[in-house]
């Protein structure tokens, strides 16, 4: 049973991640129709970003915001310098300019930094145990589920309270109707980019103080992952990038923990085997799209 | 009011308008009256920017030609789409609210909101409600709400009465007729010709993207063309 308490935290530090990142994709899925692989990217800045300020020998609270707002800034900067010129594009066009804004960062990182990692060293007690009741768990995962749900809930207030958030979810149904209310395409599109931005910046650094390192291909795996959980959740639907990322989280670990020793080679292959069932099962996802969207 | 020379709406290689001249003048109700496919919505959607245009538009002697739509939105003229377009994820109040929120303060935004709901009692019963749950004629309630939390000058309406019960579509022009009283400009697309004609200024009959006639609504119903093809007499 305590094994299973301890997994579960687990999985659900691992799905809150997942599902920050799955988050930050679909906010800009769900209106500009950009499923951007440079999400990833945000995450590796983010990581430099706290990287740079501790070599400063800056408290770890400074190198936190100092990445925070790096995400945000780089998130930004991507729309502004390579998105925006290619709106209205296709989705193809749109795919493979993400690609490159990944790979040209990735490139800088590797040839300004280093390719190898470099070592984030944050305090003992980010790194120590604690005990949860009668189970011991790392300190780390209950950070990550508590800021996971800070961050959830402040999203969900940005979104329903204020009237950028209910025009970038009224712009997720029907972009061109949000225009003829005067409201700004370029507003609703960057603020877009700079929730997704602060969700990947939010991941990164929790993603970070698991893993004590950074280096230039950090984001290429988490952000594929997020991308399989908002497949998984339903394309385009916020709610259903949450739940995606909760379910990949929880069949990674899950596996991970029980899964025979002789069977553990296959993991990942029984990871997306599940998921492809959950797709036959549910074509678009667990929580699908509400509402159809208008060009 | 507004003036358009030789507008023309091409999607690719069709052109769904050709050089078409209007004029608007403060105060009317101007109707565009044709067939499917003559131009009608296309000609509000180049008024409106939501789809590149060639040709000149001038609004209040303002030149608006190749402007963003949320600009054009800001000038006061405002757009209810056909097949009204509301939010549906949203609830009313929060359809209402982005109808004003380039327009109003946030105080007078609940200003202009509590009149809506005033002016239309459904909307304040269904105030918190999902607008997708609205039944059609609701919707276009909503949808013309929404317009008016803008306060325009000019409202372009892009099929009101389409796909609504006859008692709703006999409430949707009272409420046009209304709106012009009101001093608000309304240019108005629409297939139910009688009934435009009953209420507009003047009109215009499109024809394959081309204005084929054109007067005060009287001439216009009394013509050979629109008699025949339009009033069924």
């Excluded at chain 1, 129709?33 to 609270?61: K, Q």
């Excluded at chain 2, 003229?77 to 509301?86: D, S, Y």
């Excluded at chain 2, 209402?96 to 929120?101: M, Q, V």
């Excluded at chain 2, 303060?105 to 709901?117: G, H, I, L, N």
Aim: glycine letters at 10%.
């Amino acid at each position: 049973m305590d094994v299973f308490i301890q997994q579960t935290t687990n999985a659900l530090s691992l799905g809150g991640i997942y599902a920050l990142l799955a988050l930050g994709l679909a906010v800009v899925f769900s209106i500009v129709r950009l499923i951007n692989f440079a999400h990833g990217e945000v995450m590796t800045v983010t990581g430099y970003g706290m990287w740079f300020v501790l070599l400063l020998n800056l408290p770890v609270v400074v190198s936190i915001a100092v990445g925070l707002v790096s995400a945000i800034a780089i998130a930004v900067m991507m729309e502004r310098v390579a998105f925006r010129q290619m709106r209205g594009a296709d989705v193809t066009t749109l795919l493979i300019t993400s690609f490159a804004v990944s790979q040209i960062i990735q490139v800088l990182f590797q040839n300004g930094i280093s390719a190898r990692p470099v070592a984030v060293v944050l305090p003992d007690w980010l790194t120590a145990s604690v005990m949860l009741g009668p189970v011991r768990v790392g300190m780390a995962s209950v950070l990550s589920i508590l800021v996971v749900g800070v961050a959830l809930i402040a999203l969900r207030a940005i979104l329903t309270r204020t009237v950028t958030g209910i025009a970038m979810r009224a712009a997720s149904e029907d972009f061109a109707v949000v225009q003829l209310m005067g409201i700004s395409a370029n507003r609703v599109i960057a603020t877009a980019f700079a929730v997704s931005g602060a969700l990947a910046g939010i991941a990164a650094v929790l993603w970070v103080a698991t893993r004590g390192s950074v280096d230039p291909l950090m984001g290429a795996i988490p952000v594929l992952k997020a991308f399989i959980a908002t497949v998984v959740g339903g394309l385009g639907s916020l709610g259903g990038a949450v739940v995606g990322g909760f379910v990949l989280g929880a069949v990674e670990v899950y596996l991970q923990a029980f899964l025979p020793e002789a069977a553990l080679p296959y993991r990942d292959a029984i990871s997306l085997s599940i998921i492809v069932a959950i797709l036959v099962l549910k074509p678009d996802g667990l929580l699908p799209e509400r509402t159809s969207r208008r060009s | 009011m507004l003036e358009v020379a030789s507008l023309t709406v091409r999607y690719g290689a069709i052109e769904a308008v050709r050089g078409l001249d209007l004029e608007v003048a403060g105060g009317e109700i101007h109707a565009i009256l044709g067939a499917n496919g003559a131009g009608k919505s296309s000609t509000l959607a180049g008024i409106s920017g939501l789809v590149p245009s060639q040709g000149r538009i001038t609004f209040n002697g303002e030149d608006i030609t190749d402007r963003a739509p949320e600009a054009i939105a800001r000038l006061g003229i405002g757009l209810i789409p056909e097949g009204r377009r509301i939010f549906s994820g949203l609830t009313v109040a929060e359809n209402l609210l982005l109808g004003g929120a380039e327009h109003a303060s946030p105080a007078e935004r609940k200003k202009r909101a509590d009149e809506m709901r005033e002016r239309f009692p459904i909307l304040r019963e269904r105030s918190g409600q999902r607008a997708g749950l609205l039944s059609g004629g609701e919707q276009q309630m909503l949808a013309i709400a929404r317009a008016l939390m803008a306060r325009p000058k000019l409202l372009l309406m892009d099929e009101p009465s389409l796909g609504l019960a006859p008692q709703m579509v006999d409430a949707v022009f009272d409420l046009i007729a209304e709106l012009r009283a009101e001093g608000i400009t309304i240019l108005l697309v629409e297939q139910n010709v009688p009934m435009s004609l009953d209420i507009a200024d003047h009109a215009l009959v499109l024809a394959q993207g081309r204005a084929s006639y054109r007067g005060t609504a009287a001439e216009v119903a009394a013509s050979d063309a629109v008699h025949g093809a339009y009033l069924g007499h």
